[in-house]
């Protein structure tokens, strides 16, 4: 429905369909109810215009009236909310097993880098049928990723990671807006948003200059930086082992637990003193104005690749390298 309609963008994610069904449900109930009270107005104007020796007659309340137009609209308002909430939540949680672009935005572009190290700007290539996951940040002021095509809309911050996912659906190129007012060029600041076959994406993605992916990167970061001294991955260094901590519990010296996520991660490099692992000193120094925040997006790709290790409790030294391994290339 409404394919070849100019006014609708194209659908081509996994949840525009249910977007639109609540949106074309809205609008037709709207047109309902506007078009009953008008054809009303009308009806009683005529049927009711004061004549010659009409008396205006008074009638008082009536129950049954009053709890018709309170409960059924109510029981209208109610059934929006629930299927709007159904679909907000699906849009809001990102499958398991999704494929991660980091993205940062700035005045005035886009900047994508995929988990296997390839970067681009303003254009964004990705395979039908894969979950996507957006994992934003931007460089300096508030920015809005935007895809009508994908009914994607979500708000890019600075200072901490949102979250964005899809499921492309239809190949083809479709546009990429931002959506929030961010200065002089902010109209300018639009992109590409390109959905290939498998095949052709995976070829795309051998092409160009190969970088090493995002997780090397950050290993060797990891290492210049000198992470690695107090992260000791084969005892325990002076600050908290961090093989297999990302997606786990983590015990703070205040007595809160926390989920190491991504902005987690992302905190602890730029705010140490922030959250303080348990047994551990806040003796660690910021690296904000030292790493760029695509160097971060690596710091924590490579953290995530550490994951898949077998690891107990976070923070305890109990993965060992095989002897002879430097710590930190503890893959
Ligand atoms: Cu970025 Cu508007």
New binding site residues.
């Given amino acids: 429905m409404f394919e070849n309609l100019p006014l609708w963008p194209a659908r081509a994610s996994a949840y525009a369909g249910n977007v639109d069904a609540l949106y074309i449900f809205l609008i037709t109930i709207c047109g309902f109810v506007c078009l009953a009270i008008f054809t009303m107005i009308t009806v009683f104007a005529v049927r009711y215009r004061r004549g010659a020796g009409q008396k205006a007659e008074q009638i008082e309340g009536s129950n049954a009236l009053e709890l018709t137009w309170t409960i059924l609209p109510f029981g209208i308002f109610v059934f929006i909310f629930v299927w709007a909430a159904v679909i907000y939540f699906q849009q809001r949680t990102p499958p398991k097993d999704s494929t991660d672009v980091y993205t940062v935005?700035k005045?005035?572009m886009w900047k994508f880098q995929h988990i296997e190290g390839q970067r681009e700007i303003n254009e964004l290539h990705v395979p039908v049928g894969r979950d996507v996951r957006m994992i934003m940040t931007s460089q300096d002021?508030i920015?809005?990723f935007y895809v009508p095509a994908f009914r994607i809309k979500q708000d890019v911050l600075p200072g901490r990671y949102t979250l964005a996912w899809f499921h492309a659906t239809k190949p083809g190129t479709y546009h990429l807006f931002?959506?929030?007012?961010?200065?002089t060029m902010?109209s300018g600041?639009v992109g590409d948003v390109m959905v290939m076959e498998p095949a052709q994406y995976q070829e795309w993605l051998s092409g160009g200059a190969a970088t090493g992916s995002l997780a090397n990167t950050g290993q060797g970061l990891f290492s210049s930086l000198g992470c690695a001294t107090c992260h000791r991955s084969d005892t325990q260094g002076r600050g908290p082992n961090l093989a297999g901590l990302f997606g786990k519990l983590v015990l703070l010296e205040d007595g809160r637990t926390v989920i190491a996520d991504e902005n987690y991660i992302r905190e602890s490099i730029l705010l140490p003193a922030a959250k303080i692992v348990s047994g551990f000193k806040p003796i660690m120094p910021t690296f904000q104005g030292l790493v760029s925040d695509e160097q971060v997006n690596a710091l924590v790709a490579y953290l995530k690749s550490l994951r898949s290790q077998p690891a107990g409790v976070a923070g305890t030294p109990d993965v060992k390298p095989p002897t002879g391994q430097t710590p930190v290339t503890n893959k």
Avoid at 178 to 183: D, H, I, K, L, V
């Fill in positions: 935005a005045q005035w002021v920015h809005s931002c959506a929030e007012y961010c200065g902010h600041m």
